[in-house]
């Protein structure tokens, strides 16, 4: 089964930038739907965005459009995550998660393969 790793988070100001990546080993990511998803502190884990398999589509929880862009490199086997104009509510931990389903799941439930997570935080 596939395992993930997830990299390039951390403190940045509001406003700032940061790019989340995904690193896939003992499988290929061509293989599942990838999401990202997050937790904040004494909150639920929520949906952020996936993308489908073959990278064709992309969904994104509606407070981030426009500021997250969620892509795949089958060929690196990765998946990465831009976020720009960082809000101080995107602080959480960040994980990317693989989904044996096809097309979009948008549940935790619906994934199988987790990352360990990787935290951003963003400062007012």
Not at 74 to 100: E, F, G, H, R
Request: a positive charge; charged letters at 15%.
């Amino acid at each position: 089964q596939v395992q993930l790793v997830e990299s390039g988070g951390g403190l940045v100001q509001a406003g700032g930038s940061l790019r989340l990546s995904c690193a896939a080993s003992g499988g290929t990511v061509s293989g599942y739907s990838m999401g990202w998803f997050r937790q904040a502190l004494g909150k639920e884990r929520e949906f952020v965005a996936t993308i489908t398999r073959s990278g064709g589509r992309t969904y994104y929880l509606e407070s981030v459009k426009g500021r997250f862009t969620i892509s795949r490199d089958n060929a690196q086997n990765t998946v990465n995550l831009q976020m720009n104009s960082l809000k101080p509510d995107d602080t959480a931990i960040y994980y990317c998660a693989a989904s044996s389903l096809y097309g979009s799941p948008m549940t935790p439930h619906e994934y199988n393969v987790w990352g360990q997570g990787t935290q951003v935080s963003v400062s007012s």
